[in-house]
């Protein structure tokens, strides 16, 4: 069965510092994979896709970066925080009949 | 770009009455989701629409999809506490993308 892996669960970060938030899935390859954000009370703000290995689309400018190292892992990366980065962020895969989206645990950061 | 909106932003009901979301896209839309987030939760697919003027149900969930496939709906009848959370529409974009709409969070008061 298709699985995704988010870590860590929570993450409080001093602003200026870095950030690498990993998200892994199992039972599937090859997977279009996304990094969503959750601003408190708002809704998912679609930051990055990726449809294959070193291949990042950006959605939106910003301080964040991603990085596919392996079909089958996702990285989000700043290398330095900002206040505004504070959020829920989720990663998301197509399900294996290709149409709605499944969604990891999601990390809660809060830059502080 | 394309834009999913969606109202209302926020609507607290007493349980047992019923609650309505809608769901706006800027351009058509070759399917429509809907999605559901419990506090502190991440979304759960609920529903995918396709066809023009779909009407789909779960229980006391009914979903439609418009004629012109440029909104949809989210009915609940008869709501109770577990329904309470953020329920979200989204559209399909390229490459598999779903732009979400903002959200409308529900809170059931019993």
């Known amino acids: 069965s298709q699985t995704i892996h988010q870590w860590p669960a929570t993450l409080v970060q001093p602003v200026g510092s870095p950030l690498s938030l990993e998200c892994t899935v199992e039972?599937?390859?090859?997977?279009?994979l996304y990094w969503y954000r959750q601003a408190a009370g708002r809704g998912l703000q679609l930051l990055f896709y990726?449809?294959?290995?070193?291949?990042i689309s950006s959605e939106v400018p910003q301080n964040l970066s991603a990085s596919r190292p392996q079909d089958r892992q996702f990285i989000l990366s700043s290398k330095k925080l900002l206040l505004s980065d504070s959020g829920f962020y989720l990663c998301?895969?197509?399900?294996?009949?290709?149409?709605?989206?499944?969604f990891g645990q999601g990390t809660r950061l809060t830059v502080v | 770009g394309q834009q999913v909106m969606q109202i209302p932003q926020y609507q607290h009901v007493q349980e047992g009455e019923d609650f309505t979301t809608y769901c706006n896209s800027s351009?058509?839309?070759?399917?429509i989701q809907w999605y559901k987030q419990r506090p502190g939760g991440h979304p759960v697919f609920l529903i995918q629409l396709v066809k023009s003027g779909e009407v789909k149900k779960q229980k006391r969930l009914t979903f439609q999809f418009g004629e012109a496939k440029k909104n949809s709906s989210l009915h609940i009848t008869a709501t109770q506490t577990t329904d309470v959370g953020t329920y979200f529409c989204a559209g399909g974009g390229g490459y598999n993308k779903l732009i979400f709409g903002a959200g409308t969070r529900l809170a059931v008061h019993p």
């Open positions: 990726s449809v294959g290995i070193g291949q």
């Open positions: 351009t058509t839309l070759s399917n």
């Open positions: 039972g599937t390859s090859n997977p279009n």
């Open positions: 998301a895969y197509p399900t294996l009949r290709g149409t709605e989206a499944f």
